[in-house]
């Protein structure tokens, strides 16, 4: 069962590159294994490794930067794209990103991110280049409920979509079985009426 997702204030990674497809996120390589566990180790393997070499960290990466921590990924536009991969979203989760924020996303991506746990904030171009100019000590909040973003150093807040039932599932750490179960009360009574 998910984690129940409500408000996140935490520090971001940003990585300012734009149309990051799935395979960048997670190489196919590593999509053997049939649990979702540790594939958040291998979360950008080309972009983190010389030669996909652990001992060879590249520093100018950000996940490689110890200056950039916490639960939220800020990425460039159009995140997400390329092949239908669910593994991305586990990657990104095992690694401990709850939110991935971005200018667009990928139609697959977001309702993979969203099915897994992984809140997906899409934001203006202009706002998402704010949040870039921010320094690695900056903190985001996201409001679920009130599906929000503010940068909290600026106060400058924004406002974001999301599926009502996807946002219900997040808020309670519901999958969609958990979901059913959730109004099995309901279901009875609108079977009852029908016999």
Same mark, same amino acid.
């Given at each position: 069962?998910?984690?129940?997702?409500?408000?996140?204030?935490? +520090?971001?990674?940003?990585?300012?590159?734009?149309?990051?497809?799935?395979?960048?996120?997670?190489?196919?390589?590593?999509?053997?294994?049939?649990?979702?566990?540790?594939?958040?180790?291998?979360?950008?393997?080309?972009?983190?490794?010389?030669?996909?070499?652990?001992?060879?960290?590249?520093?100018?990466?950000?996940?490689?930067?110890?200056?950039?921590?916490?639960?939220?990924?800020?990425?460039?536009?159009?995140?997400? +794209?390329?092949?239908?991969?669910?593994?991305?979203?586990?990657?990104?989760?095992?690694?401990?990103?709850?939110?991935?924020?971005?200018?667009?996303?990928?139609?697959?991506?977001?309702?993979?991110?969203?099915?897994?746990?992984?809140?997906?904030?899409?934001?203006?171009?202009?706002?998402?280049?704010?949040?870039?100019?921010?320094?690695?000590?900056?903190?985001?909040?996201?409001?679920?409920?009130?599906?929000?973003?503010?940068?909290?150093?600026?106060?400058?807040?924004?406002?974001?979509?999301?599926?009502?039932?996807?946002?219900? +599932?997040?808020?309670?750490?519901?999958?969609?079985?958990?979901?059913?179960?959730?109004?099995?009360?309901?279901?009875?009574?609108?079977?009852?009426?029908?016999?």
């Amino acid at each position: 069962m998910p984690k129940a997702l409500s408000t996140i204030q935490s +520090c971001f990674v940003p990585i300012k590159i734009e149309n990051i497809d799935t395979d960048q996120i997670i190489p196919a390589r590593f999509l053997k294994a049939t649990t979702k566990e540790g594939f958040g180790k291998n979360l950008f393997r080309d972009w983190r490794y010389e030669n996909d070499d652990e001992a060879k960290p590249k520093a100018d990466f950000p996940l490689n930067q110890p200056t950039y921590r916490g639960e939220i990924l800020v990425a460039g536009k159009n995140f997400g +794209c390329g092949s239908s991969r669910e593994h991305a979203a586990w990657a990104i989760l095992d690694y401990g990103f709850r939110v991935v924020v971005s200018s667009f996303f990928a139609d697959i991506f977001r309702n993979n991110a969203l099915n897994n746990g992984v809140l997906p904030v899409q934001v203006s171009d202009t706002f998402l280049q704010k949040i870039f100019m921010q320094d690695a000590s900056a903190t985001l909040t996201v409001d679920l409920a009130a599906q929000t973003i503010a940068i909290d150093t600026t106060g400058e807040t924004e406002s974001f979509d999301i599926n009502p039932y996807k946002k219900t +599932c997040l808020l309670n750490g519901y999958d969609d079985i958990d979901y059913l179960l959730s109004i099995k009360e309901e279901i009875q009574q609108f079977e009852s009426l029908q016999n």
